[in-house]
């Protein structure tokens, strides 16, 4: 039997000495040309077709929000999708946090086997495979990375998710990681990676292109802007934290 082709081979090209030290200058650093491009094409794939997308939303009254899987968001009605909208607009609105973006949790997806055989079992696996794991507590410092968590989202017209910082001290949290792997994103389409100072200024906007890493240490304030209802196709990635618990 053929072996399947790797879905997260980092590209051996990576400078792991100067990613390490935009990590401990400036606590994030963002990459292309991250894996190597078969890998980096697949997964494009996946995502854009052979993925079922459910839903992350948090609203009015929802502070950890909710997750709905493929199969729920399908049964729902246009109003009852609405009304989520309305209500994670209505938190943003008021300065709470919120977010609203499509999502395939994989973790979870893995562990009750939503899908078997799907594809994006293997990246799980792959991301936490010694490679990849080794490659996190280098660039980090954070030697006691044990694990990564992972999720495939999307976020198309009307999705966001507001200024956070990531920090949940029980999951042990060391590194946050954003793959990007949407193709000719525009910068009017919205979907970047805003990193904020305690003013709420901007410091760095990244702009999500294909086949290029966001990392940054947690915790650190950070959002995802507006993608607007014009933009004419999804932000799709792969987004997590290398964990030590």
Do not use: C
């Amino acid at each position: 039997m053929t072996e399947a082709p790797a879905l997260f081979a980092l590209n051996p090209a990576l400078d792991r000495a100067a990613i390490r030290a935009a990590l401990a200058e400036n606590r994030l650093v963002q990459v292309e040309d991250f894996l190597e491009p078969q890998s980096a094409e697949a997964l494009w794939q996946i995502l854009s077709q052979h993925t079922p997308f459910g839903l992350a939303w948090a609203g009015d009254g929802q502070p950890g929000g909710q997750h709905l899987r493929p199969e729920q968001l399908r049964a729902m009605s246009p109003e009852q999708k609405a009304a989520m909208g309305n209500a994670a607009a209505s938190a943003a609105a008021g300065g709470r946090f919120a977010f609203l973006y499509g999502q395939y949790p994989l973790v979870e997806a893995y562990k009750q086997q939503w899908h078997p055989g799907h594809p994006l079992y293997q990246l799980l696996e792959e991301v936490n495979g010694a490679p990849v794991i080794d490659f996190a507590r280098e660039v980090s410092g954070h030697h006691d990375i044990l694990k990564a968590d992972a999720q495939a989202t999307v976020y198309a017209g009307g999705h966001f998710l507001t200024d956070h910082d990531d920090l949940v001290e029980v999951e042990g949290r060391r590194l946050a990681y954003v793959l990007n792997l949407a193709k000719d994103w525009k910068p009017d389409w919205g979907g970047y990676l805003n990193f904020m100072d305690a003013k709420g200024n901007v410091v760095a906007g990244f702009m999500p292109r294909f086949n290029t890493m966001n990392l940054f240490l947690v915790p650190l304030r950070h959002n995802v802007s507006h993608v607007p209802p014009f933009a004419p196709m999804g932000r799709f990635a792969i987004t997590g934290w290398f964990r030590n618990t």
